[in-house]
């Protein structure tokens, strides 16, 4: 039975240039921010960094594998507030964990933690997941 002050294990997601260009591929955002380390850097970035929305698809994986699937999950947000930074040849981190805030009705709501090399990336990150 899931409580108020449950913490939803931890998941390791690792992100690297190699899956970013894939995700550049699939969805088609060939931003040269994300693959172009010359060009990040021009525009101020530390380097190149990962797409907002690939952060955002792996935090909803989490989620969506916890709910049992994505028809469970009513509701999700975050609010980005840092990059993922990926250095060429290293494999990044993005740690997600969570911990139960409300139970009612059958529906759970999830406080979701998203850090990356321990730095904070997403901020106000919920879900509303219809547990049965």
């Not at 039975?1 to 995700?23: H, P, S």
Request: proline share 3%; charged share 25%; hydrophobic share 45%.
């Amino acid at each position: 039975m899931t409580q108020v002050g449950d913490v939803v294990a931890e998941r390791i997601f690792k992100i690297d240039r190699e899956l970013l260009k894939a995700y550049a591929n699939a969805s088609g955002d060939q931003n040269p921010i994300h693959q172009d380390e010359t060009f990040a850097k021009s525009v101020g970035l530390p380097d190149v960094i990962a797409h907002g929305m690939l952060t955002m698809a792996l935090v909803a994986k989490f989620v969506t594998d916890w709910a049992g699937g994505s028809s469970a999950v009513k509701e999700f947000s975050g609010r980005f507030v840092k990059p993922v930074i990926v250095p060429a040849g290293k494999e990044v981190d993005l740690t997600v964990s969570a911990v139960i805030s409300e139970v009612s009705s059958g529906r759970v709501r999830m406080d979701i933690s998203a850090t990356s090399a321990g730095v904070k990336v997403l901020g106000m990150s919920k879900a509303l997941v219809e547990k049965k």
